[in-house]
């Protein structure tokens, strides 16, 4: 049985919208789409090559799916280590209205997502791999399917834009399992669902 890992990019003030172009995602007039691409580097690249890496399928949302089709399947190098991945392995897409994917390996999911998902993971060798998708991930979340979380963060603060863990988030823990710090300065974490938080008291000395 593989996991169902998620990878994704976010600011300091947690918004993962549109961090790879200005025209990505305007949804809600965001107007700051690309933030992520000035700090791109050789640390940053070595760890989506290691995590690209270990995938055996990949659960996409569809405006994510949309992105990558658009650019994926013209990277023709069978030695690059993502186009390779992407354009190779299976293409899960979750999507109530896509019928007719063009990107060969696409399998569209409409149905009921954590049913769907738990048996994508049963089946799957190696890593079932989520790249941004937020509303995506968030959903994987809430119905607690997320075994790891890969969390780049960049040092930006943008003050608007679509958060990873929106209030009403399901409280979850986590274990921190690696991480490292590129050269531009974004935190590179990996994280283990460790189930639900834990809760206590700092005690204060009794003569505070």
Do not use: C
Not at 54 to 82: C, Q
Not at 118 to 133: F, I, N, P
């Amino acid at each position: 049985m593989g996991k169902l890992s998620v990878t994704t990019f976010v600011t300091l003030d947690g918004v993962y919208q549109a961090p790879g172009g200005r025209d990505e995602d305007t949804r809600d007039g965001f107007e700051h789409g690309g933030w992520s691409v000035p700090y791109g580097d050789e640390d940053f690249g070595r760890f989506m090559d290691d995590v690209f890496s270990r995938v055996g399928a990949f659960l996409l949302g569809r405006r994510t799916y949309d992105i990558f089709a658009a650019h994926w399947p013209r990277v023709t190098d069978p030695g690059d280590p993502v186009a390779g991945k992407l354009n190779s392995l299976p293409k899960y897409v979750v999507s109530a209205t896509l019928t007719e994917p063009a990107w060969s390996g696409t399998t569209v999911i409409a149905g009921d997502l954590a049913k769907e998902v738990t048996a994508l993971k049963e089946r799957t060798e190696g890593e079932l791999q989520v790249h941004g998708s937020g509303a995506l991930a968030q959903s994987l979340f809430a119905a607690g399917l997320v075994d790891t979380l890969h969390l780049l963060t960049f040092p930006v603060v943008l003050g608007a834009g679509r958060r990873l863990f929106p209030e009403g988030s399901l409280p979850t823990a986590f274990r921190r399992t690696g991480g490292s710090i590129t050269s531009t300065g974004v935190s590179i974490q990996s994280y283990d669902r460790a189930g639900r938080p834990e809760y206590g008291t700092y005690e204060l000395p009794e003569n505070a």
